[in-house]
T-cell receptor, first 112, second 113 residues
Framework: GNSVTQMEGPVTLSEEAFLTINCTYT??????LFWYVQYPGEGLQLLLKATKADDKGSNKGFEATYRKETTSFHLEKGSVQVSDSAVYFC???????????FGKGTRLHILP | DARVTQTPRHKVTEMGQEVTMRCQPI?????VFWYRQTMMQGLELLAY????????DSGMPKDRFSAEMPDATLATLKIQPSEPRDSAVYFCATSRTSFSEQFFGPGTRLTVL
């Protein structure tokens, strides 16, 4: 079946630290991959996406590369800010399917 | 700035009461999803619609939950009767087409006493 596994949180970092949140997936076919972010008290919003192998999605200083050989889509940012504190969800849509399959989310705390 | 709207934002009710949550999709979005989020279970897909037709409601307890789209501008999620274990944040999300980005509403925080 299709599934997403991401590292458990919470992850606590100091401001300006380097961030990696690991995400691996299991899917049939050729899924599209996503990172969504949920700020406190809000719904999820798309952070970045990649639709085929070796694509790199990027937004707001965050990046993730679609690695088919390792079935991974790790989220990275070179220098985090306090405002990046949120819950991050890795997700995929299997080929020809409307539903997004979400990971369990990783809570990120950035300390000033 | 097109957004998904949800009402009410907060709802406190007593066990056994009916609860109705409403969602207004972004104009032109033909796919609507209902999710439930709790600390214990995380984000769960309850049901989704395409062009107002229900496609999958396997995540929903059928004996007490129902989801409908009376028209293209309104989706509803009803719980009757409500139970304390239904306490959660319920999100509506919509997308333009298959495979495209989902836009989430701000959620309805439900507390059943």
């Amino acid at each position: 079946g299709n599934s997403v596994t991401q590292m458990e949180g919470p992850v606590t970092l100091s401001e300006e630290a380097f961030l990696t949140i690991n995400c691996t997936y299991t899917a049939t076919g050729y899924p599209s991959l996503f990172w969504y972010v949920q700020y406190p008290g809000e719904g999820l919003q798309l952070l970045l996406k990649a639709t085929k192998a070796d694509d790199k999605g990027s937004n707001k200083g965050f990046e993730a590369t679609y690695r088919k050989e390792t079935t991974s889509f790790h989220l990275e940012k070179g220098s985090v800010q306090v405002s990046d504190s949120a819950v991050y969800f890795c997700a995929l849509t299997p080929n020809r399917d409307d539903k997004i399959i979400f990971g369990k989310g990783t809570r990120l705390h950035i300390l000033p | 700035d097109a957004r998904v709207t949800q009402t009410p934002r907060h709802k406190v009710t007593e066990m056994g009461q009916e609860v109705t949550m409403r969602c207004q999709p972004i104009l032109g979005h033909n796919t609507v999803f209902w999710y439930r989020q709790t600390m214990m279970q995380g984000l769960e897909l309850l049901a989704y619609f395409r062009n107002r037709a229900p496609l999958d409601d396997s995540g929903m307890p059928k004996d007490r939950f129902s989801a409908e789209m009376p028209d293209a501008t309104l989706a509803t999620l009803k719980i009757q009767p409500s139970e304390p274990r239904d306490s959660a944040v319920y999100f509506c999300a919509t997308s333009r087409t298959s495979f495209s980005e989902q836009f989430f509403g701000p959620g309805t925080r439900l507390t059943v006493l």
